[in-house]
């Protein structure tokens, strides 16, 4: 199987502020701080970001700083995924549902789950079209060889993957184990660019968060 190269990495979580602090993270010696905190995205219209979640509002900043190391990513086919998605305003219109019977067309809109990646998509222009995928069971791995499926079928060169989740809210911790820290990175996956080379896809981590660890490690120019 071809080898898939990941580069120009960026990410963005709460607490975490330069690339130091990302291979200190990766490390394991500082944590993502487990808060709602979010980017200010100054460069955008204030009519337009404040109304922005924070799983938006990580998923504008990550691609804002890889279309600043790669304009032509632009043009790329995006690939977004979380396991989550817009997960504190669902909540919210569920009980808002489940309370007054009743919801706004626009609290809706902006509480299904492409929610982020087409907000970028506006934020920037982009061009390539975009697909989403929600990994079963959060495995980060199935859903990374199917951003891979375009490069390694030859129908893409690229593809811009980006990846974020954001702070679960405290109604719904009861009911599950996994790791519910606030999280977002893009990247561009490609078979020939200078970065970090992966061999084999079905052998990626489960958690998006420890693919992103190994690939800071390994990344030279993070």
Known sequence: MARIVVSNITAWAPGLESNEDWKKWARGE???LPTNDAPKLEYTDAIFRRRL????KMTIQVIHDLLEKSEEAKDMPQTFISCRGELAREFSVS???????????????L?????????????FGLRGGYSVIFPSHGNFRNAFEGACAPILSGEEKEVMLVYADELVPEAYKAFGTENFEPLAFAAVLSLSKNG??????SAVPERAADFLKNIILEDTAF
């Open 30 to 32: 500082k944590p993502i």
């Open 53 to 56: 979640s924070q799983i938006s």
């Open 95 to 109: 009980k808002k549902l489940v309370e007054e019977k009743e919801v706004s067309p626009a609290a809706f809109s």
């Open 111 to 123: 509480s299904v789950f492409n929610t982020p990646i087409a907000l970028a998509t506006i934020a």
């Open 196 to 201: 970090v080379a992966i061999s084999d896809v």
